[in-house]
């Protein structure tokens, strides 16, 4: 049974904003939400070819629901950093509507939990240094890595979960998840093999 609030108190009242797994229905809402934070640009970003053809994380596939309708996203993907296994973070995205509101920081407490209860022991990313930094991301750890494309070096940060665990990171990060069969058949060399 939903209650209603009256009158003019239904203004300040809205539903509750739950995390959870990210599912197939949820598809469609999610690219259109990256297209409205990000733009058709984010194809072209360093970070996103590590990506292509991949599966995210197991576990580390998150939606922000407000009822039924998808207002945030976060995605983890499996990565080497320079010989140590990691996470990628990203792309994280909340529905202009729900900005300001903590839905962000909420994707990001619930992912890191995740990734700390699954035994992951660093993460990176590619974001701005201020908005990540209280979750405890530093260019520091980052300093004696490289991605596979152009990156402002400002925004490329790292998180150790556990201490010392991106210490003997060095070079290039590579994608390591699992492959996604329906995207990987469907990249252009592979449309018209017989």
């Known amino acids: 049974m939903q209650i209603q609030a009256p009158g003019a108190l239904q203004a300040f009242v809205t539903p509750a904003i739950h995390i959870v797994d990210e599912s197939a229905a949820d598809v469609h809402a999610r690219e259109s939400l990256l297209d409205e934070a990000f733009g058709a640009a984010r194809f072209e970003k360093t970070a996103q070819r590590l990506r292509d053809s991949r599966l995210p994380a197991p576990g580390l596939a998150l939606a922000a629901k407000d009822g039924d ?15 140590v296994p990691a ?3 990203g792309p994280l995205a909340v529905a202009k509507s729900c900005r300001s ?23 990176l990313l590619v974001g701005d240094a201020p908005y ?5 991301f ?13 990156v402002d070096e400002g925004r490329f940060l790292g998180l150790e ?18 492959l996604d069969l329906l995207a990987h ?5 592979y449309r018209y093999a017989a």
């Open 69 to 83: 309708a998808l207002v945030g996203t976060l995605r983890m993907w499996s990565i080497e950093a320079g010989g």
């Open 87 to 89: 996470l990628l973070l």
């Open 138 to 150: 530093t260019r520091r750890h980052t300093v004696d890595l490289s991605l596979p494309g152009p």
């Open 101 to 123: 509101r903590g839905v962000g920081r909420r994707l990001m407490a619930e992912a890191l939990f995740r990734a700390f209860v699954a035994g992951h022991k660093a993460i």
């Open 185 to 189: 058949r469907s990249a252009p060399e």
């Open 132 to 136: 990540y930094e209280p979750f405890g």
């Open 161 to 178: 979960i556990e201490k010392g665990a991106l210490t003997e990171a060095k070079g290039l990060v590579k994608a390591t998840g699992a």
